[in-house]
């Protein structure tokens, strides 16, 4: 008898309507996988992105396609082969064939043993959901392309997104100065992540912001602009034909380029997130929690923006 499971996923690209309920079989994990029970996801830029259809040259059209990159939730099963896993340990972590059409919003997810690590012990698993995704993103992008020190300054765009949330906390735990662009409603929220200075993005322009040792983007525009801001910059956010272009362009400038990559969500990165929590350096922002039969309006929501951190589907 097939055992099945609820997943939310949409049969065509289209607005957050399309997503919808389907029941499917539970997975079985080959060797070198576990089998994780999801407590919760994140819904995340790259889920908006390509259930829209943004993301085709690398998605095709091969449907039905799941939702959700990263999770929470506990090991219900083991691979054969591998002694380090045993059922019911707390995981987190994130799925590598995602643009393949799997997705993590679902009761179960099979994940290669690489892509998890131990959960934090300090969060539940709701809050926990929404770091994965945007902190291994972060510190890649401060740690590894930044070279973040101590004393430095930096500029984060976009600081009140799942991204920039976490960039705003990790720099100031690392002894950097944080200036933060945001929302106008979000600049007190900011700052009591750590921002030394918080500004309203609509009434700051670069030409009224001083040289930075780093900018870090999560907006992607105006990149050229920003690029003459910082010593070193760092962007996620390069949708558009205006943005690539400002990216190969500068690469021209030698260190002064833009650096972007794919941050991925390997076991080495995850348990680096897993410690900063642990230490007291991050702390989640849930701009609101949403059951997994309503993963449409979770898509909506976070559309529609205007709000502090990620939103979070619970997996009942």
């Known amino acids: 008898m097939t055992i099945t499971m609820h997943a939310a996923r949409y049969d065509h ?82 799925i590598p064939d995602y643009f393949r059409g799997a997705g993590t919003a ?35 992008a401060l740690h590894d392309h930044a070279r973040l020190r101590a004393g430095q300054t930096v500029l984060v765009r976009g600081a009140a997104g799942g991204f920039g949330h976490v960039c705003v906390q990790l720099a100031h735990a690392m002894g950097a100065r944080v200036t933060a662009l945001a929302g106008a409603g979000r600049l007190a929220a900011v700052r009591d992540l750590g921002a030394a200075e918080a500004l309203d993005y609509r009434r700051t322009s ?38 690539l272009a400002a990216v190969a362009a500068s690469t021209a400038h030698g260190s002064r380029r833009i650096r972007t990559f794919s941050g991925k969500l390997l076991t080495p990165t995850l348990q680096r997130l897993t410690a900063h929590v642990e230490a007291g350096d991050l702390r989640p922002s849930v701009a609101a929690v949403h059951p997994l039969t309503e993963a449409a309006e979770a898509h909506r929501s976070a559309e529609a923006g205007g709000s502090l951190g990620k939103h979070v589907i619970r997996i009942s």
């Open 106 to 140: 679902a009761e179960y997810v099979v994940v290669p043993v690489n892509h998890v690590a131990r959960a934090p012990r300090t969060l539940d698993p709701v809050s926990a959901a929404a770091l994965p995704t945007g902190g291994v993103t972060a510190l890649i």
């Open 206 to 243: 670069p030409k009224d912001l001083p040289l930075f040792d780093v900018v870090v983007d999560a907006v992607g525009t105006e990149l050229a602009a920003y690029r003459r801001l910082g010593r070193r910059t760092v962007t996620i956010a390069f949708g558009s034909p205006r943005a």
């Open 13 to 94: 690209y289209g607005p957050p309507s399309v997503l919808g309920l389907h029941t499917v079989a539970v997975p079985e994990p080959p060797a070198g996988h576990l089998r994780v029970r999801v407590h919760a996801t994140s819904v995340n830029a790259v889920d908006l992105m390509l259930r829209a259809g943004g993301g085709r040259p690398l998605s095709g059209n091969r449907f039905p396609r799941g939702v959700g990159l990263d999770f929470v939730g506990e090991v219900d099963a083991v691979g054969e082969g591998d002694s380090d896993w045993r059922p019911k340990d707390r995981v987190w972590g994130g």
